[in-house]
Every structure is written in C-alpha cells, then in structure tokens.
C-alpha cells in the first residue's frame, strides 16, 4: 500500500478508534505528535492504537519498548506497518 494513502486510512482510523469527533483527517498532520503535544493522546489511547494495528493490519507490537517510537506519529505509524506487511510477504 502507498504510503500517503495509508496514512489517510490511518487518521480515519484512529479518529474513529478513539471517538475524536471533533478532528478530521485533515486537522492531523503526517508528523504531528501523537501523545503529550499534538493530539494529546494517553496511555489508554495507546492501547487502542495497538488494538487498530492488531485488527485492522494484523501486526502485532512485538517489543513494548518500540512503542514510543511506533506511535510517535502517523508517519512513523505508517512506516512500521509497511515494513511489518514486508515482511509477511
């Protein structure tokens, strides 16, 4: 999958995963952070970021230590699906 088109599939997603109805994908920038600054996202949103990796690519956080780095963005977001697709492939 195209990169750009999977990170617009992702800020769908995860607006929809954590009930952001004031966002749209639009208000979420490619590099913008994900938790703290930017979106403002916590620890329990982070659980349902693993959860939207788990059923909607099927790719599981092997290492819990990746997960700040994982979740940094959605381009990093991205980048970690695309090379987990890869190697299933």
């Given amino acids: 999958m195209e990169k750009a088109k999977l990170m617009e ?3 769908k997603q995860i607006i ?3 009930n952001l109805k004031d966002l749209k994908p639009e208000n ?3 590099e913008q952070p994900l938790f703290v600054e ?3 996202l916590d620890s329990i949103d982070a659980l ?4 939207l990796l788990q059923q909607e690519y ?3 956080l ?3 230590e990746d997960g700040p780095k994982v979740f940094k963005s959605v381009s990093t977001m ?3 699906i695309i090379e987990h697709q890869a190697e299933k492939a």
Avoid: F, M, P, T
């Fill in 9 to 11: 599939d992702l800020k």
């Fill in 16 to 18: 929809a995963q954590l």
């Fill in 28 to 30: 979420i920038e490619d």
């Fill in 38 to 40: 930017g979106l403002g």
């Fill in 48 to 51: 349902e970021l693993i959860v």
């Fill in 58 to 60: 099927k790719i599981k």
């Fill in 62 to 64: 092997s290492n819990a």
């Fill in 78 to 80: 991205a980048d970690y």
